[in-house]
């Protein structure tokens, strides 16, 4: 009789455990109507965290270092979901058949502009930066490189981008947890916005020093002078605004959910 109501007791208690876990059971995300007292993942200094912070009530927030962290803490089940950008969002579930993108019309009319951080005041880097960009929207290399780093069959071919300089060097300060705009290949940092800074840097007549750290680093590391310009996929806000000079826009994404199937 003692062992019918130990075992009772035992069943009863790991229920109780369960249930208490929450972010172990099945939740249904169909959108950001249901996000509200959810266990959410974000990357930390990102718009996907300050939208989750305004919008979501209730919400367990947890912030990481990449979004990569935050998809494992999803997959083991420690949180109930993952908002972040659609093209970090894609390598993430390509690489994990476990997760799935949820997608949002509030997300897709509401799409975020990418740019170019430099310094407050800077003009010489921002007026290389742009015209950097303009060209390469005109000469069809940005064409170009978003078929380098986003084509149709998968297939990444990182572009050779010649630069004759022989003295001098710009910091492009970046985050490489964030692909396709920035990660490691091998023992090098590759990606969207690093082939355009390597554009930027040959049109200045320098050679390009990659600076990788935690995103929300970046810009505290432009004021104090240590990398010269920002190329992280960085959405234009206004709060940044009052920080750094953003070049024109370069790419538009939008948020997404990542959810366990």
Same mark, same amino acid.
């Given at each position: 009789m003692k062992r019918v109501l130990l075992c009772a007791l035992v069943l009863i208690l790991v229920a109780g455990m369960c249930f208490a876990g929450g972010s172990k059971e099945k939740k249904v995300i169909n959108g950001i109507a249901d996000l509200e007292g959810l266990k959410i993942g974000v990357q930390a200094g990102t718009t996907g965290e300050a939208w989750v912070q305004d919008n979501v009530k209730g919400v367990k927030l947890s912030s990481f270092k990449s979004g990569i962290d935050a998809a494992l803490d999803l997959k083991n089940g420690s949180i109930d979901c993952v908002v972040i950008d659609e093209l970090p969002a894609q390598a993430i579930v390509d690489k994990n058949p476990g997760l799935a993108i949820v997608r949002d019309p509030e997300f897709s009319a509401n799409k975020e502009e990418y740019a170019i951080a430099v310094k407050k005041g800077n003009?010489?880097?921002?007026?290389?930066?742009?015209a950097t960009i303009k060209e390469l929207q005109t000469n069809g290399g940005y064409e170009k490189l978003v078929a380098a780093f986003m084509p149709a069959?998968?297939?990444?071919?990182?572009?050779?981008i010649a630069n004759d300089a022989k003295a001098g060097t710009i910091k492009l300060g970046?985050?490489?947890? %964030?692909?396709? %705009?920035?990660?490691?290949?091998?023992?090098?940092?590759?990606g969207f916005d690093i082939s355009m800074g390597e554009y930027i840097a040959a049109k200045a007549g320098v050679k390009l020093d990659i600076v990788d750290m935690a995103f929300d680093?970046?810009?505290?590391?432009?004021?104090?002078?240590?990398?010269? %310009?920002?190329?992280?996929?960085?959405?234009i806000t206004e709060e940044r605004k009052k920080?750094?000079? %953003?070049?024109?826009?370069?790419?538009?994404?939008?948020?997404?959910?990542?959810?366990?199937?």
């Open positions: 003009k010489a880097v921002l007026d290389v930066v742009n069959d998968g297939n990444i071919v990182i572009p050779q970046t985050n490489a947890a %964030f692909p396709p %705009f920035e990660y490691v290949e091998g023992k090098d940092i590759a680093s970046l810009i505290p590391a432009l004021q104090a002078g240590s990398i010269d %310009f920002i190329a992280a996929g960085m959405s920080n750094v000079d %953003f070049s024109v826009p370069y790419y538009a994404s939008e948020q997404v959910i990542i959810i366990r199937k």
